[in-house]
């Protein structure tokens, strides 16, 4: 016979975290299960996250929320990617675009036969055989066409979104309320556990005592219930991540916005550029080993477009994951489970992959260790590989300007990546490792980008004859450039589809 099922969730901390898990929940689990959410307006969030992956498309997909309407109560704008400037040599500049590169052709990937073509010395760049790179370029967006064949590149466009991350757990938490989820305003001062180390109840600061079956921890790096309370431990990353600090200050917007994130190399780190309707999110994130959070601050403020809208701000953190995100009755989300730098955006990502995982996994009051090993397990392997995708940007560099990066040229990496590199470097190839988040598209583009040339390619493109291989690589390139002619500008494509109230 099975244990009770769990009736009452209760959310510890606000912010994305808090309420992207109070909106799922409260869509997904509600009536069986009533969703409460603790926040102190006293402790407010971080709240700097601007910049997404595309899967945040199906996750407001999942809780049937209006695309339009999202974007303009987020002042958001729309993704095709992230440029870097000055990653691997200074002057350089590439795009890590979604979506595809080429088409597969004889059960390879289209990269493949562009690598025969390159060093043949007759291809173009690769970022032109791809939709999304050649769209992001030209300042061009759309969503997907209904109206054109499905082979088109135009009927399947991949893009995220830039908003005001604030506004978007506003956003969340009118959605989770219409739909039952209760907020309480108040700070947790006591956590009281009964036999078995697992919690019973959280006492706020009011003396209000408030009970649950499972509890989801979104109180930021502190982890109040994973860490402070069940003591889940860390694991420390910044010898691959070295970045521990990150600087944030918001501009006016100078010009259009672009359809894609900056992300430039700096001294000591590197800046990101987040362009939104109404303003321009820049931060810079660097370690603290080689530059002050003052000269840091001053350099940001150097390099913004236009005016600033606020006083800088420094955010301090340690790159790492907890040890476990699972612990007993508490589920850690957000920075409580653990932070990877905002490099490729994975941060909210993270966030809806840890919900949808307890989802999958959820329990009855019973608490299987199984189901608690399994999301435990996965949670590993997913920020695991994240990991290393950042860790890629670091490591493949040619620079030796700066001592920052003299440290990421030269230190050792995890062997994953390694061998990862290895195997790209002899010949191109590359293998999605299950369900990790970055698939084969992101690693060529960022590979490349980072100058890591294959030696050699697949055999079975030389099988391929001349006239042949250069009509497909040539036909690709034709292709992508009509498509994105016909494409609007991503400003005009805003207007006409989501344009924010003043």
């Known amino acids: 016979m099975s244990d009770p099922p769990i009736q009452d969730i209760v959310i510890v901390g606000g912010g994305t975290a808090g309420w992207m898990a109070a909106a799922a929940f409260s869509k997904l689990l ?25 899967h945040l498309k199906l996750f407001n997909q999942v809780l049937e929320i209006d695309e339009a309407q999202f974007v303009r109560e987020t002042f958001g704008t729309f993704k095709l990617g992230i440029q870097f400037v000055d990653w691997a040599r200074i002057g350089d500049c590439y795009v890590h675009g979604f979506g595809q590169i080429g088409h597969e052709y004889g059960l390879l990937p289209f990269h493949q036969y562009w690598l ?24 061009k967006f759309m969503v997907s066409a209904q109206d054109v ?49 697992f919690i019973d109840e959280i006492v706020l600061e009011s003396g209000e005592r408030i ?25 420390d990353w910044s010898r691959w991540l070295p970045c521990d600090r990150a600087v944030a200050v918001p501009c ?47 350099n940001l403020l150097r390099w913004l477009d236009g005016a600033p809208r606020a006083e800088p701000r420094v955010l301090r953190f340690t790159g790492g994951r907890r040890k476990k995100a699972w612990v007993k009755n508490v589920v850690a989300l957000g920075l409580a489970s653990g932070f990877l730098e905002p490099l490729e955006s994975t941060s909210i990502y993270l966030i809806q992959s840890g919900i949808a995982r307890l989802v999958n996994l959820f329990p009855d009051r019973g608490f299987s260790q199984t189901l608690i090993d399994r999301y435990n397990a996965q949670t590993d392997f997913e920020i695991e590989r994240i990991r290393d995708f950042l860790i890629l940007h670091y490591c493949a560099t040619e620079r030796d300007d700066t001592p920052f990066w003299n440290y990421c040229r030269t230190m050792e990496i995890p062997e994953p990546l390694a061998q990862t590199i290895r195997l790209f470097r002899d010949s191109g190839r590359f293998f999605r490792n299950a369900e990790e988040l970055f698939a084969l598209t992101s690693w060529v583009e960022v590979m490349i980008g980072q100058r890591i040339m294959p030696q050699s390619w697949h055999p079975v493109v030389d099988l391929l004859p001349e006239a042949k291989l ?15 002619d016909a494409m609007p500008m991503h400003l005009q494509f805003i207007d006409r589809c989501c344009r924010a109230a003043a």
């Open 252 to 298: 006016e917007n100078v010009g259009p916005p672009t359809p894609y994130v900056r992300a430039t190399a700096r001294e000591a780190g590197w800046t990101w550029r987040i362009p939104l309707q109404h303003r321009t999110g820049n931060g810079y994130v660097y370690s603290s080993r080689y530059i002050s959070d003052d000269e840091a601050a001053a």
């Open 470 to 484: 250069r009509e497909l690589v040539d036909g690709v390139r034709t292709v992508i450039g009509h498509c994105v």
């Open 116 to 139: 025969k073509a390159n060093a043949q010395g007759w291809a173009a760049e690769i970022g032109e055989y791809s939709l999304n790179t050649a769209a992001a370029a030209r300042g």
């Open 149 to 197: 064949p499905r082979t088109s590149p135009l009927a399947d466009i991949a893009y995220a979104y830039h908003f005001d991350a604030g506004l978007y757990a506003k956003f969340l938490r009118r959605y989770a309320e219409a739909r039952g989820a209760k907020r309480t305003e108040g700070k947790v001062v006591q956590v009281v556990q009964r036999d078995g180390g």
């Open 211 to 235: 009970a649950g079956d499972l509890f989801v921890d979104c109180s930021g790096f502190r982890g109040l219930l994973i860490e402070q309370t069940l003591h889940a431990g860390y694991e």
């Open 30 to 54: 509600s009536p069986a299960c009533s969703v409460r959410l603790i926040e102190s307006e006293e402790i407010g969030t971080i709240g700097v996250g601007e910049a997404t992956v595309p």
